[in-house]
């Protein structure tokens, strides 16, 4: 998927629509005990969005 942002192309890499239903996993996956080791960290949940954005 591409769009516009701010003059510049960006690819998305996940080519599809964000759900509320991935947040929700995140937000599972980071209260459960398997994310224990996990800690003062930043977890983004945007389908590769953010790592082809130039800021």
Known sequence: MDLELKGKKVIINAATRGL????????????????????ADNL?????????VKY
Request: glycine share 10%; hydrophobic share 45%.
């Open 20 to 39: 509320g239903r991935r947040i929700a996993d995140a937000v599972l996956y980071l209260a459960s005990a398997r994310a224990s080791w996990i800690t």
């Open 44 to 52: 983004t949940v945007d389908g590769g969005f953010t790592k082809n």
